[in-house]
């Protein structure tokens, strides 16, 4: 049994995550803790204004509002969970840093479900806003990003760079959903042409291994919309990405390509990072 978790921010509920949570549990029983935050990061909106020493209002009233939104989501998702007989738990982390909760969180889960449009939209509606960012890159778990018009998917979509964490991530998939790795899987080399794959032979093997419906494809990516305009034209995929990886080097060359994938494309992203 897998335990996944699942953000739930101020009055937002993520009914596309949540659909995909039915989904999967229909074939393997999973475990489902809601992580109920509060409206908005506060230590995010004190260290912005240069006030992290000073409170704009007093805790006990941001606290009481908060609370109201929050119970009334909590009331839904435990509604939601006993209609389609999901074991669930509720986490109500509604202290002033709803961020830096979300993420210790992650270390005992095997999975994070962010809705991939309404996550903290009321802050920024621009995805992916400064708050998903820093969950992406300090998630100890895989984070899958769903969009609020969830069609389960019929392949898997793996990209591949050579990179560590563009195989850590393919690798995590098919650990955490076995029953997901059966699908039609494209591995999409980002490189060149097929024998320009680094390391071919031996990413072929493995990935062979976890996923037996497999065909490899090259598409060089010249600017970062190239994937976002094919995959546009593809049936409805599991997009698979090693991304937000902590190191410099990494978050420069492919944070612009993520951030791009996140904004155009209305597909479930799976994305992992060592």
């Known amino acids: 049994m897998k335990k996944i978790i699942i953000a739930l921010d101020g009055k937002h509920f993520p009914e596309g995550a949540f659909n995909f949570v039915k989904s999967i549990n229909e074939r393997n029983r999973v475990l489902l803790a809601g992580i109920f935050l509060s409206p908005v990061d506060y230590s995010k909106v004190l260290a912005f ?3 992290e020493g000073v409170a704009l209002m007093p805790e006990w009233m941001m606290k009481g509002e908060d609370d109201a939104i929050i119970n009334t989501n909590i009331q839904v998702f435990e509604e939601h969970c006993a209609a389609e007989g999901i074991e669930y738990r509720v986490h109500k982390d509604t202290d002033m840093m709803a961020i830096s909760s979300l993420i210790e969180e992650t270390r005992f889960a095997d999975l994070l479900l962010v809705s991939s449009e309404l996550f903290y939209e009321n802050v920024q509606k621009e995805q992916p806003n400064f708050y998903l960012e820093e969950v992406l890159k300090k998630a100890e778990c895989p984070v899958m990003l769903v969009p609020e018009n969830y069609r389960e998917p019929v392949q898997n979509i793996l990209m591949y760079d050579g990179s560590e964490s563009s195989v850590f991530a393919i690798k995590q998939f098919a650990y955490v959903f076995p029953e997901l790795a059966v699908n039609e899987t494209i591995l999409l080399s ?5 024998e320009d794959l680094p390391e071919y032979s031996m990413i072929a093997e493995l990935v062979a291994r976890h996923y037996p419906n497999l065909k490899i494809l090259s598409l060089p990516l010249v600017n970062r919309t190239d994937f976002s ?6 049936q409805p995929g599991y997009v698979v990405m090693g991304a937000y990886a902590r190191s410099l080097f990494s978050q420069l060359f492919k944070k612009s390509l993520a951030n791009r994938v996140i904004h155009d494309i209305r597909m479930p992203i799976f994305i992992s990072h060592k």
């Open 229 to 234: 305009n094919w995959v546009r034209k593809q």
């Open 190 to 194: 980002a490189i060149g042409d097929r």
């Open 49 to 51: 204004t240069g006030m």
